[in-house]
């Protein structure tokens, strides 16, 4: 079937630059719409018909993931109040953790976390070494998942996720899912990724067909979404771009979508910046969190659309809404892009707002992590745990295995980023451990963003690092094979060239 094509028009311009029109190409296939809804109703089908086996209708409970959103573009953790309105009304009904980190700076890692209880170290699926002849691993399979227990408990379980890249089945992410609807998703879609008004879409019609008021499903559901529209490339939409004179398309990533990203201009300045030879310009700095921004405010308007809809889609006060971000994005900080590269607080500080019994409105500043969260919601619905792992109390782990393999062709980058780093913070003091290399000390209260390494060890901090490292036994998931589609998901989004 031929695409449809629709040319969106924006205008950008630089610093000292006119004004210009940029045609930008979004391809379609309308019979992966079709497709889509399809796939949906023929999975939905058997399970909706399957009895609860004597489990009483429990609360059902949807788990909305923002990939790559940081946590300082919310009013709660700081931002701009006019920046995300919809996500802002949202935390004003929900329990806000302002101290929430991400367990890893990338998917995989991060949603490993969400998925199982553990730190990656622990459930295996992170990144691999320059010299391995893959790309990253899956999650272990003896790593029980949230999934897998929510369906032995009667729950209907279900996953529509836009990352095609690191939420493909492949990496084990999928297990336990009844239904998991990732990678035919963006068939034909020039942005390598479904926006968010199809997650959204698919979510109320998924929502719709469980909760039918005349023949509900006589199971709770759990529903998991994971929208993608953060992640680059980034697509500033008119109407979601606040200044458009601040955006160069020379400077933004994806030459698929910007004729003038073909120059190469961003792949220059992004091996420049990396490579730890410059900072980055005003300019690039500008069109970058311009860009990011507006894709802010396009998912905030999407989520902001499935959150005002679920009342009306059976989503009660009885039920639980928990919303967070996997991790967050670098914007030229630290000389730094992207997110699967270190461990500062750009990628790791991000958002956690759970709504539900039990879940007061409010703020709570007590440390969290993203391997919490299963546990939160199992204990909210009065299961049993799935990890052994203690809560959070005190100390935060987050951590890091290498960079993105396109990346470690380039010497330079080599050098700099094929590493193992852990980050430790403990009452606002951080340390960045890497395994053979220097370590970095910062006091997060006075320097938060991170920019004065503290020269003096802070000896309870590192007692409790090393203390944390011995405790904990490495995993290693296997190495799956790619096959060309696979591949093309990962060079879709930056992650292979």
């Given at each position: 079937m031929t695409p449809l094509l629709f040319t969106l028009s924006f205008t950008f311009g630089c610093d000292q630059g006119p004004r210009r029109e940029v045609p930008l190409p979004v391809r379609l296939e309308t019979r992966a719409l079709?497709?889509?809804?399809?796939?949906?109703?023929?999975g939905l089908k058997p399970m909706i018909a399957t009895p609860a086996a004597g489990l009483t209708r429990g609360p059902d409970v949807v788990v909305i993931v923002l990939d790559t959103f940081r946590a300082d573009r919310l009013a709660a953790y700081g931002g701009d109040p006019d920046l995300a309105p919809n996500l802002n009304k949202f935390a004003e009904t929900a329990t806000v953790f302002t101290a929430m980190r991400a367990t890893g700076s990338w998917t995989l890692p991060s949603h490993g976390s969400l998925f199982t209880g553990e730190f990656p170290m622990e459930h295996g699926g992170h990144g691999s070494p320059a010299d391995a002849a893959t790309k990253?691993?899956?999650?272990?399979?003896?790593?029980?998942?949230?999934a897998e227990r929510l369906t032995e408990?009667?729950?209907?379980?279900v996953g529509i996720a836009a990352n095609r890249a690191f939420l493909d089945s492949i990496w084990g992410l999928a297990r336990g899912f009844e239904l998991w609807m990732c990678e035919g998703l963006s068939a034909g879609h020039e942005l390598g990724y479904a926006q968010g008004d199809r997650i959204t879409g698919l979510a109320q019609a998924a929502l719709t067909?469980?909760?039918?008021?005349?023949?509900?499903?006589p199971r709770p559901l759990f529903l998991f979404l994971n929208y993608m529209d953060t992640h680059t490339p980034w697509v500033p939409r008119e109407g979601y771009t606040a200044h458009p004179e601040r955006i160069d398309a020379q400077f933004l990533p994806g030459a698929?979508?910007?004729?003038?990203?073909?120059?190469?201009?961003?792949?220059r300045s992004r091996i420049a910046i990396l490579s730890n030879k410059r900072d980055a310009t005003k300019a690039e700095r500008e069109t970058w969190e311009e860009a990011y921004n507006a894709?802010?405010?396009?998912?905030?308007a999407q989520v902001g659309a499935l959150l005002d809809s679920l009342p009306s889609l059976g989503v009660g006060p009885e039920d639980y809404v928990i919303l967070l971000s996997d991790h967050g994005e670098f914007l030229g900080e630290h000389r730094l892009l992207e997110h699967s590269k270190d461990l500062y607080d750009e990628v790791l500080r991000v958002p956690l707002m759970v709504r539900g019994p039990g879940f007061s409105p409010g703020l709570n500043p007590s440390p969290i992590q993203t391997h919490d969260v299963p546990e939160l919601i199992l204990a909210a619905l009065g299961l049993p745990p799935l990890s052994d792992e203690p809560p959070t109390t005190d100390l935060q782990v987050s951590e890091l295995y290498y960079a993105r393999h396109r990346d470690l062709g380039v010497p330079a980058l080599k050098e700099r980023f094929d590493r193992v780093r852990r980050s430790f913070v403990l009452n606002d003091q951080k340390l960045i451990l890497t395994e053979g290399g220097p370590s970095e000390r910062y006091d997060l209260r006075a320097d938060p963003q991170e920019l004065r390494p503290l020269a003096e060890p802070n000896p309870a901090l590192e007692d409790r690092a090393r203390a944390w490292s011995e405790g904990h036994v490495p995993n290693q998931g296997a190495a799956p094979t790619l096959d060309a589609a696979q591949e093309e998901r990962l060079k879709a989004l930056g992650y292979m060239n």
């Open positions: 079709h497709r889509d809804t399809f796939t949906l109703d023929r990253a691993y899956a999650l272990s399979t003896d790593v029980p998942t949230l408990a009667g729950w209907g379980t067909r469980w909760n039918k008021p005349e023949a509900p499903a698929r979508l910007w004729p003038q990203a073909k120059k190469g201009r961003w792949n894709e802010v405010r396009f998912v905030d």
